[in-house]
Structures are given as structure tokens and as C-alpha cells.
């Protein structure tokens, strides 16, 4: 990781840092709603383990060398891709039958929202996907 990049890494992790004891704060303070206090600390926790990472690599050039093979690496690229894949397929079926089941519900705007859910996400994997096309 070049000198560069590290600042810039360094940078969104005191943000988020910053933002998530914000969001705790406020969420423990009950100024916003509580359950936003989880998010807050997630922020923390994820911040913190992006900030570990970065030490690791810094202190231990065999990790970094380990790690770097293992980013390249044409398996963890593939499995990568079809959990993607995957994931994103089973997001489309959960958030269309959660909207038909909101619809039957009465839940018309919860089941529009997850529609539209469903629409943005097919939208921008259209988009990618001639990008991509393209591209390749």
C-alpha cells in the first residue's frame, strides 16, 4: 500500500470513526433513535478492524506479500463473483416477496419500497452489465 493511499485510508477511517461515536452518542442520548446507537458502534468496530488491518500490513511484510497473493488469486476471485452473484439474486427474491406479501398486507408503501428496491437494483446491475460489456 503506497504512501498515498494510506493517508486517504487513514482519512476515511478517522471519519467514520468520528461519524459512528456521533451516531452513539446521539443514539444513547436518545437526540435521534436508539437503534441508530448499533450502527454507530458498527461504524467504530469496522473503522477500528480496517485500521488493524493496515497496521498488520505496515508491520509484517510477509502478511501484506500473503495477502496481496491472496487478492490475485484466481479462485477467491471467482468464489468472490458468485457470492456476489448470489447475494444479489437472493436479495431480488426477498425484497419481491416481501412486497407481494406488504401488498396483501395492506402495506402498500413498504411493498412499493421494496419494488422500487428491486427496480434500482436491476437497474444498476443493467447498467454495470453493459459497462462491463463494453469494456471486456
Known amino acids: ?49 480496517k485500521l488493524w488491518k493496515i497496521w498488520k500490513i505496515k508491520s509484517n511484510p510477509e502478511y501484506a506479500k500473503q495477502l496481496e497473493i491472496a487478492n490475485h488469486d484466481e479462485r477467491n476471485l471467482f468464489v468472490a463473483q458468485k457470492a456476489h452473484s448470489l447475494s444479489f439474486a437472493g436479495m431480488i427474491a426477498i425484497l419481491t416477496v416481501a412486497g407481494v406479501i406488504l401488498l396483501i398486507l395492506g402495506h402498500k408503501d413498504y411493498g412499493m419500497l421494496c419494488f422500487w428496491g428491486v427496480s434500482i437494483q436491476t437497474l444498476l446491475y443493467l447498467c454495470s452489465y453493459l459497462y462491463f460489456q463494453k469494456k471486456y
Open 1 to 49: 500500500m503506497d504512501n498515498g493511499n494510506n493517508i486517504k485510508s487513514i482519512t476515511i477511517i478517522a471519519v467514520c470513526i468520528i461519524l459512528g461515536i456521533a451516531i452513539l452518542i446521539a443514539g444513547v442520548m436518545e437526540y435521534v433513535d436508539p437503534t441508530l446507537s448499533g450502527f454507530g458502534g458498527a461504524f467504530i468496530g469496522v473503522a477500528l478492524a
